[in-house]
């Protein structure tokens, strides 16, 4: 069974940064993309990055180019999203997500997801 644990989330001011992780299990990490979705109140789910398997290849919604790093540890079943430089429009619930992504496709495997909150 696919498990995927999110965590990091929390409230942050403007400007502020966070690091989300996602623990996997219940598949053979390492040889799977793997991608982060997130969605906003009253919003549909966006997909914000995604990263590949075996070159590790990156990438990412254009709003969060520059402010946001996606990265894995095969070693540890975990993936990690840095975030910085965060304005309150990225406030959202950011899943963990199986399989690649882009702006017209969000993976539908996704973890319970982390809350993050940026607000004075």
């Known amino acids: 069974e696919v498990q995927l644990v999110e965590s990091g989330g929390g409230l942050v001011q403007p400007g502020g940064s966070l690091r989300l992780s996602c623990a996997a299990s219940g598949f053979t990490f390492g040889s799977y993309g793997m991608s982060w979705v997130r969605q906003a109140p009253g919003k549909g789910p966006e997909w914000v990055s995604s990263i590949n398997s075996g070159d590790n290849s990156t990438y990412y919604t254009d709003s969060v180019k520059g402010r946001f790093t996606i990265s894995r540890d095969n070693a540890k079943n975990t993936l990690y999203l840095q975030l910085n430089s965060l304005n309150p429009e990225d406030t959202a619930v950011y899943y963990c997500?199986?399989?690649?992504?882009?702006?017209?496709?969000?993976?539908?495997?996704r973890g319970q997801g982390t809350q993050v909150t940026v607000s004075s």
């Open positions: 997500a199986k399989g690649g992504g882009s702006d017209y496709y969000t993976p539908p495997e």
